[in-house]
């Protein structure tokens, strides 16, 4: 029997200065690999397809002052509209990871009464990520 998989080891990196970094204060992470079974119907018969979006992630971050190294890359990435490798990665021996250009979207800032202003994060991978588990 494996060991399970937390969330909490699984973590977002980015590319600043042609090394990938891990992204500070992270919170939640979803990946979506965009394919769904699908099916079309006509009179007589059924027939089953894929439909493939492509891979997105999102997650939030905290937001710190002076702005973090890698949440400045994050705006930059957002700002330019341009493909920067980012990555989903682990330390753990046998974890899976995505990795990959692709684009960063900055999404809905919130600054709740208690607590730290947060930042929503989306990645999306321009091709499939390449698949890798850590050796």
């Known amino acids: 029997m494996g060991t399970p998989l937390l969330g909490e080891n699984l973590l977002a990196q980015i590319e600043i200065s042609s090394a990938l970094t891990t992204i500070a204060c992270q919170g939640d992470l979803t990946l979506q690999t965009g394919r769904t079974l699908e099916i079309s119907r006509t009179k007589n018969c059924n027939h089953p397809f894929y439909r493939n979006a492509g891979y997105t992630a999102s997650f939030t971050?905290?937001?710190?002052?002076?702005?973090?190294a890698t949440h400045t890359a994050l705006r930059n990435a957002d700002q330019a509209q341009a493909p920067v490798n980012i990555a989903l990665v682990s330390a753990i021996t046998g974890a899976p990871t995505w990795t990959g250009p692709g684009y960063v979207?900055?999404?809905q800032l919130t600054f709740p009464t208690e607590g730290p202003?947060?930042?929503?994060?989306?990645?999306?991978?321009?091709?499939d990520p390449t698949y890798a588990l850590v050796a």
Do not use: K, S
């Open 61 to 68: 971050i905290e937001l710190e002052v002076p702005m973090h």
């Open 105 to 107: 979207v900055l999404q």
């Open 117 to 127: 202003a947060t930042w929503e994060v989306g990645f999306a991978w321009v091709d």
